[in-house]
């Protein structure tokens, strides 16, 4: 295995949040063996490969699988069709190599400048300017996370969007969020337990807005529309940044 050190020192909110997005990407042994396995066909196997190869249901392997996508050591392309039916998904490693990188830290210069600059902008159009960068830098990241098998009948319908908040959830936390999702029926969130921008966060709140932004892209390609609003925010004097969602 390949071991890239961290090229700075870690803060402890940065260490704990590292050891929990490993965690939640290889916290279980099984899904240590998919990935492996995965990882030793570079042409891609589907659910149902890898369930068979591991005598578990495809529902199973599918749910492991998904999460490693959204973790980004995975990506998901289709394999074409060899009859009328529709071309199965496959999983397929991010990286040749088999290693773990984690890139938790931020440009300090770069992210001042985002923050001085967007400062000096009307605060609507500065808002407006975040959210859009957020929206494009989300929509990149669901680009290999669709939700699979996700039915959109009534019944369904709540199912799916809590099954994609959780996606959003580990995907902001291997960007360095240590989010989750949580609520009851149409009161539900995704809390940030860390913000990757730090202390330019506080002293320029509008960056905020980067955050709404994401969870709003990432939620537009792998559930549907959604309604986004900033509930929480450490840069305004809450324990942790907490953004809405609304189907």
Known sequence: MVDRPLNRTLSPTEFANLVNAVSSAFGDPTRR?????VHEHA???TANDVADANGVHPNVARHHLDKLVASGYLEVGQRASAGAGRPAKIYR??????ELEFDLGHDDILVTLLGKALSRLPNDVAAELAEEVGIEFGRKMAGSMKASGASRDEESTQRSFRSALHVVADALSSHGFAAHAEGEDGDLRIVSGHCPFGDV?????VICAVDRGMVKGLLENLYGET??????????GDEACAVGVES
């Open 43 to 45: 042409d891609g196997m």
């Open 201 to 205: 966060a506080i002293e320029h709140p």
């Open 33 to 37: 063996d998919m990935y492996l396995l």
């Open 93 to 98: 490693p991010t990286n040749s190599e088999l």
């Open 227 to 236: 309604a986004v609003a900033i509930e929480g925010s450490v840069a305004r």
